[in-house]
């Protein structure tokens, strides 16, 4: 014999539609004022019940609900938390209460009353890819000037006489400084390394550490 939780049972007394007429009904009469100014600005009209009250309601039956936020949680505990609602989605929430209730600012409010649900934000499933987070790429505290460089082209630009594109050289760690050359972006691994030698190379020496994008003009000939 298997046992079931009682939680797992819907609970009669609160999905009952007379107990939360009554508590309409009961919060209305507080914000009587309220509902008397909302008759002629919303089109409500004060209705008899089946359980004999009065409850105001709209053209196609929506209880009116005041700005009570008790009540307002008492809904969402029947339509959203209780589990034989499943704590549907938002828009669906709102789809339902709709149908039998009218308050304003009804879809702000579920919507913000959604985000902050904490079992609908443990099961929501994410349709956008996480991106992997960024790894620094540590840099020894002792190193040299243009020690650890990086290299890169920045193509697609306007034709300057022979040159579109620029080649990035910039010390990593040491002093940032950068070195921007205007080339075409024809130039070879074998040009790369000819500009480094006449630009870097002759003031700072081999660096023990190239860092690239992999493009192929880095790799094809010095990979």
Not at 110 to 126: H, L, N, P
């Amino acid at each position: 014999m298997t046992v079931l939780n009682t939680k797992m049972f819907a609970n009669v007394s609160l999905l009952e539609s007379n107990a939360t007429t009554m508590l309409i009904q009961q919060s209305q009469h507080h914000n009587h004022l309220l509902m008397k100014q909302w008759q002629e600005e919303y089109h409500t009209s004060h209705v008899r019940d089946p359980d004999g009250g009065f409850t105001y309601r709209r053209d196609i039956g929506e209880a009116v609900i005041p700005p009570d936020v008790d009540l307002k949680q008492h809904l969402m505990d029947i339509h959203h938390n209780h589990p034989t609602a499943g704590h549907p989605g938002q828009d669906e929430t709102i789809k339902v209460l709709r149908q039998q209730y009218f308050w304003l600012g009804l879809a702000k409010w579920i919507e913000e009353y959604v985000q902050g649900c904490a079992t609908c934000q443990e099961s929501k499933i994410r349709t956008h890819q996480t991106k992997a987070p960024l790894y620094k790429i540590p840099v020894p505290s002792d190193t040299k000037p243009f020690e650890q460089v990086t290299m890169d082209l920045i193509t697609g630009l306007p034709q300057i006489g022979k040159h579109n594109t620029i080649l990035t050289i910039v010390d990593h760690g040491c002093s940032c400084a950068a070195i921007f050359l205007l080339v075409s972006d024809t130039i070879t691994g074998v040009g790369i390394a000819a500009l480094y030698m006449d630009y870097v190379y002759r003031w700072f020496g081999l660096p023990t550490k190239i860092i690239s994008d992999w493009d192929p003009r880095f790799t094809s000939h010095f990979g």
